[in-house]
Structure formats: structure tokens, C-alpha cells
């Protein structure tokens, strides 16, 4: 975890498969996608320039609502989200684990919501990193 409490996880797979393994892997584990974002196409359609970076915002809504009843200021977070971006040699996937989540918001780390979001995040990343590389 960096200082900004964020994962940042090396995938030695070109960023776009990386994307559509995740995506795959959301859609394989039956939760809702809300949206995509391809910031390097809007940078694009801007004139600008920047490497390939991607946000999927995704999540179930019987997790993520008695969350955000419990704390409301929450659903500046929720859905969840994850970052792809191209790296020299791969590309990185970055997302705010659930328990940092709970911190900022005065929610229990042990709340089994929590639990289970945390260990969502790392066995999406696992999944869609290894079914990338597989390709």
C-alpha cells in the first residue's frame, strides 16, 4: 500500500487485455459494471496526449448501500473502482482497498462487508492480471 493508502499491483500484460480480463472477471463473478472510462481516448479527442488509463467503476448494491446508510459520505466512494494504466514493461492496476475505505469513513475493519470487499479487490486483480498474461 502507498502513502495514499492505495494498492498499486504490477501486471506484465499490455493494459487493454488487462482491461477486458477485468471486466471478464467482474462479469464472470455476476457484479454490476456502472461505467468505464478511457481517459487516454478523452485525452485524445482533446488533442492531448497521455499513455493508455482506464477506470472501471463497478459493485453490488446489497453491499454497498448498508455501507453507505451506516455512513453516507461514503457514496463519494462507492461503487468501487479500479485504475488501469500503462507502465514501461506491463501496467499497474490501482484501487483504495475497502478496509482504507472503512478507516475514512469511521466504518468497523472488521465489518464482514468489509471482509469480503477486500478480499473481492485482491481476487479480481489476481484473476484479471493472470487470465491477461494468459491472453
Request: charged content about 20%.
Amino acid at each position: 500500500m502507498n502513502e495514499s493508502g492505495l494498492i498499486v499491483r504490477f501486471c506484465p500484460a499490455d493494459t487493454v487485455a488487462l482491461w477486458r480480463a477485468y471486466l471478464d472477471a467482474l462479469r464472470d463473478r455476476g457484479i454490476d459494471i456502472f461505467a468505464t472510462i478511457d481517459h487516454k481516448q478523452n485525452a485524445e479527442d482533446a488533442g492531448l496526449a497521455m499513455p493508455e488509463t482506464r477506470l472501471i467503476v463497478f459493485g453490488n448494491p446489497q453491499a454497498g448501500t448498508p455501507l453507505m446508510l451506516q455512513a453516507p459520505d461514503l457514496a463519494l466512494d462507492l461503487p468501487l473502482r479500479v485504475l488501469l494504466r500503462e507502465i514501461r514493461g506491463g501496467c499497474e492496476l490501482v484501487y483504495t482497498p475497502a478496509s482504507v475505505l472503512a478507516s475514512r469513513y469511521g466504518l468497523a475493519a472488521d465489518n464482514p462487508i468489509i471482509l469480503k470487499m477486500d478480499g473481492l479487490l485482491v481476487g479480481l486483480a489476481d484473476q484479471a492480471c493472470a487470465m491477461a498474461v494468459e491472453g
